[in-house]
């Protein structure tokens, strides 16, 4: 009886228990991981963005086979009625498609925040002990990468069909990095609709509504000079119509200042104007 008691007891595993000085500094206060920045939680609230991506990859419809499928469409029906040959109109025309691609897709984020305050994820959020606006800006950040995809599909595509643009590397960078600037800023207008209205068909609806007099009643298609006196009277304050020729100056080689600093101006307008709605907004939801 003894031998098996002994044996029992050198096969029973010990278990640790710890100190009460141990558990102690455990559970201090001072021992909490700290508060994260307001970067850090915005940057991990992009990161679920992207993530989102991974697990519903038919987000990426958009960014890839629309914008390929208005390369195509626009280059090959209007480009020997204006051009002479579809070729020669694309090295006018890909800059300006790829802008109204690009300020297309800037919809989906309010789309995307008002499906998420209709599912309670937002309420969610607003409880954690992080930046209550990270949620929002991290979406966008996420987004920023939609847009940097989306450009560099039309490019690769341009590219393949005879796009070649004379201000080299350089000038293709400085192009689309004004582009995400701009898309950026402006997504922030379609943050404030999604706060605001109460379903996604609504937002899609008033988004559709705004972006089709913006980008067909630009200088994306055709010159402007072509067109009635006051149709452009509003192109030449349109702001797609800057953001197009500051792209295509960048694009070109011949870069085009006043367009650039127009481009910056609205673009500093619609985050100051929308950005600060949107968090108005929000913290009072």
Do not use: C
């Not at 890839?64 to 090959?76: C, E, G, N, Q, S």
Request: net charge positive; proline share 6%.
């Amino acid at each position: 009886m003894s031998d098996t008691t002994t044996t029992t007891t050198e096969r029973a595993p010990s278990v640790y228990v710890p100190s009460a000085e141990a558990l102690a500094t455990v559970l201090a206060p001072n021992a909490r991981p700290p508060r994260p920045s307001a970067l850090s939680a915005s940057l991990t609230f992009g990161w679920r963005a992207m993530l989102k991506i991974k697990h519903v990859p038919e987000q990426l419809f958009d960014v890839t086979a629309f914008p390929i499928i208005m390369v195509l469409m626009f280059t090959y029906l209007f480009g020997g009625a204006l051009a002479g040959s579809p070729r020669e109109y694309l090295q006018f025309f890909l800059p300006g498609i790829m802008v109204t691609s690009v300020v297309m897709i800037t919809m989906y984020t309010g789309i995307g925040l008002n499906s998420d305050i209709e599912k309670g994820i937002f309420d969610r959020f607003r409880t954690l002990p992080v930046w209550r606006p990270s949620a929002l800006v991290g979406m966008i950040f996420g987004d920023v990468l939609r847009y940097v995809l989306a450009a560099l599909v039309i490019l690769g595509l341009g590219l393949v069909l005879g796009f070649r643009p004379q201000g080299g590397v350089v000038g293709v960078a400085v192009g689309i990095g004004l582009l995400v600037v701009f898309s950026f800023a402006f997504s922030w207008v379609w943050t404030f609709f999604g706060l605001i209205l109460r379903s996604e068909k609504s937002v899609m609806g008033v988004s559709m509504m705004v972006l089709f007099p913006l980008t067909f009643l630009s200088n994306v298609f055709v010159d402007p000079s072509t067109m009635p006196g006051w149709l452009q009277a509003f192109v030449k304050v349109n702001p797609v119509t800057q953001l197009v020729a500051a792209i295509r100056g960048a694009m070109s080689g011949d870069s085009d200042p006043s367009a650039t600093m127009w481009l910056l101006v609205w673009s500093a307008g619609f985050l100051l104007v929308f950005g600060t709605l949107t968090m108005y907004r929000y913290n009072r939801r």
